[in-house]
């Protein structure tokens, strides 16, 4: 921590600083994030707005945790403002140092820096940026195809809701991917993007922002990207997942069978996701 408290202890148990400052459980949970794989697919590379079914291809999977919970009080970098970004990244733990992939907002690189056919792709080159210094000569390129994927959700409703100021606004947002964070203000399991949609209308926030393990993440930025909240909400049909109230939040892991299977199964669903470019084609509203 910034005070220079530093806890350590075994998987799976629930580890504390002398004066509770901060709280860390490593181990593996049940994963909380909902994500409708071929919805998302379909939305993203083949020009309409699918039709919601509300599958979440990550019931039963489950994944290697890391939570803490820290005082707030224990960042004394905010200046009063209680602002914080937050994002976490992986690293090769032999020398050469080396970011092997980061995160902060979800799907960032398979959402927002989706490649067209023909076109170079820049998401291991964007996943392996330091999250609030990118490099100066990659940034051009990394907006440009903020704003052609920006313009092609705009497009999906058969409504241009972003102007280009508002455009520009957007990708300033999305360029460092980060989560933001206001410790001043209430927390709210609904508050995925709650402070960048403020800020693009000019408005101060009420809620805290950030995002709850559980929140339909996915359909708020879906929304935002092709109406700018201006008409229907966009959605996948997934209803919020709720989370425990209390430390380490996420809940215990899937045993059954069904999930054994499912977690062998889902990186090769996953994968073809993330390999997959954009073909040219005519803008429709519906799916086929």
């Not at 998987?11 to 600083?17: D, E, F, H, L």
């Amino acid at each position: 921590m910034p005070s220079g408290i530093t806890v350590q202890g075994k998987v799976n148990q629930t580890i504390k600083s002398e004066n509770a400052a901060i709280k860390l459980f490593a181990g593996k949970r049940k994963d909380p994030f909902i994500f409708d794989a071929d919805w998302f697919s379909k939305t993203v590379f083949d020009y309409c707005i699918d039709t919601a079914k509300g599958s979440n291809n990550m019931k039963y999977l489950n994944v290697l945790s890391i939570v803490l919970e820290v005082n707030s009080a224990e960042f004394s970098n905010t200046e009063g403002t209680g602002l914080l970004a937050i994002a976490g990244q992986i690293t090769q733990r032999e020398a050469p140092f080396k970011i092997l992939d980061r995160v902060g907002r979800p799907e960032i690189s398979n959402g927002h820096l989706v490649t067209q056919v023909g076109h170079q792709d820049l998401r291991d080159i964007y996943n392996e940026e330091k999250t609030f210094t990118l490099n100066p000569e990659h940034e051009a390129r990394y907006r440009k195809r903020l704003q052609d994927n920006i313009r092609y959700y705009d497009s999906l409703d058969g409504n241009q809701d972003w102007t280009t100021p508002w455009e520009q606004s957007l990708i300033n947002i999305l360029i460092n991917d980060y989560l933001v964070v206001d410790t001043t203000k209430p927390f709210n399991q609904h508050g995925y993007f709650e402070i960048e949609n403020s800020l693009l209308r000019n408005q101060p926030n009420t809620r805290s922002g950030g995002r709850a393990p559980g929140d339909r993440a996915i359909s708020t930025l879906m929304t935002t990207l092709i109406n700018g909240g201006h008409g229907r909400a966009i959605s996948d049909g997934i209803p919020f997942n709720n989370i425990a109230t209390s430390f380490p939040y996420l809940a215990n892991p899937n045993k059954a069978i069904i999930a054994s299977i499912i977690n062998t199964v889902a990186p090769h669903v996953i994968k073809p996701i993330s390999l997959r470019k954009r073909e040219d084609g005519q803008v429709s509203q519906e799916c086929q």
